[in-house]
């Protein structure tokens, strides 16, 4: 089974903060996606990388950065966390063009 | 227009009837297709993937696309209280951006 561990279930940081969500797959996939969940606006994708140390933007990269510098991790960072950046966090990873993404359990983040 | 549109719902059935959920989509390039089940408090799981005009079935569930009308919908059959949760529509895409995008998706409640 694929396997998808984001490194923290709920996390509460202030205002300002610089905040890392890490993100770790065992299955040796290319792609891995950063997504935010938020009620009646669905999944918008942050960022997402298809190799080492690539990164793509997607629809709402504004107040976040990502790094990509080994195959299996993601990293998102939030360089000053605002509480506008409150939110469920996703992580997904897949293989190949076309094909589906694996998600990990979910970061709800909490900024104060 | 938003690139993967679903009825918003919410949607009820009873148990045992056929449980029907659509989604539509603007890029008449997406080749493939993808439905997630999420509960609530949990993180998206795949519970189909499509990528040829037709229906495919697995289990109580049927996905059918329609590329020339854009459209792909799910079917689920003898539905159950344990079906109970978001359904989410993704393509990947647009056109030839390597990401996986979401519809917002439709909550379904199946009552007992």
């Known amino acids: 089974d694929v396997k998808v561990t984001q490194s923290s279930r709920y996390l509460v940081k202030r205002t300002g903060e610089k905040v890392f969500l890490e993100c770790v797959q065992d299955?040796?996939?290319?792609?891995m996606f950063w997504y935010r969940q938020d009620p009646g606006l669905g999944l918008r994708l942050i960022y997402f990388?298809?190799?080492?140390?690539?990164?793509e933007k997607g629809d709402i990269p504004e107040g976040y950065s990502v790094s990509r510098e080994k195959k299996e991790r993601f990293s998102l960072i939030l360089e000053s966390a605002s509480t506008n950046q409150t939110s469920m966090y996703l992580c997904?990873?897949?293989?190949?063009?076309?094909?589906?993404?694996?998600f990990g359990q979910g970061t709800r983040l909490t900024v104060v | 227009q938003k690139e993967v549109e679903q009825n918003s719902g919410p949607l009820s059935v009873p148990e045992g009837a056929i449980a029907s959920l659509n989604c539509t989509y603007s890029?008449?390039?997406?080749?493939?297709f993808f439905w997630y089940r999420q509960y609530s408090g949990k993180s998206p799981e795949l519970i189909m993937s499509?990528?040829?005009?037709g229906d495919k079935e697995d289990g109580r569930f049927t996905a059918q696309l329609n590329k020339a009308s854009q459209y792909v919908s799910l079917l689920i059959r003898d539905s159950q209280p344990s079906d109970s949760a978001t359904y989410l529509c993704?393509?990947?895409?647009?056109?030839?951006?390597?990401?996986?995008?979401f519809g917002s998706g439709t909550q379904l409640t199946v009552l007992p």
């Open positions: 890029d008449r390039v997406s080749q493939s």
């Open positions: 990388s298809y190799d080492v140390k690539m990164k």
């Open positions: 499509i990528y040829s005009n």
């Open positions: 997904a990873s897949g293989q190949g063009v076309r094909t589906e993404a694996f």
């Open positions: 299955m040796d996939h290319e792609n």
């Open positions: 993704a393509l990947w895409g647009p056109g030839s951006a390597r990401q996986l995008t």
